[in-house]
């Protein structure tokens, strides 16, 4: 979920956050089209991620859940069939929030702006 260098508006995280306003778990399951955005930019996000490791480790290290997002991205990736809806849901509504503001605190205490997406 990196991706919000330098201040960005348009990030994958603004695009998540608008995606599911007014929305809910019920929307999610129902319509094809809100799901699978949500869930492709959770892919970039993981990927972003994944990518921010080789080329930051030292950041990347203090990222919390590094792994766990990028498993969840993996699997969204390559495990179509166990994809699991509530819990992306629960990773959007409970999760997201917390890893933006992580991100948000590391970024700003760099000088450089560097894209990850």
């Excluded at 809100?34 to 203090?62: T, Y």
Aim: aromatic share 10%; net charge negative; glycine share 6%.
């Amino acid at each position: 979920m990196l991706v919000l260098a330098c201040g960005t508006p348009s990030t994958p995280q603004s695009w998540l956050d608008e995606f599911s306003k007014g929305e809910d778990f019920a929307d999610y399951q129902a319509n094809a089209t809100f799901g699978s955005a949500v869930e492709r930019h959770f892919e970039i996000i993981g990927e972003a991620l994944n990518q921010l490791s080789r080329v930051d480790s030292d950041i990347a290290s203090r990222i919390p859940d590094l792994g766990r997002i990028v498993a969840f991205r993996n699997i969204l990736i390559h495990g179509y069939a166990t994809v699991d809806d509530a819990l992306v849901w629960q990773v959007l509504t409970e999760r997201l929030p917390g890893l933006t503001a992580a991100l948000q605190r590391l970024l700003s205490r760099r000088r450089s702006c560097q894209r990850f997406w």
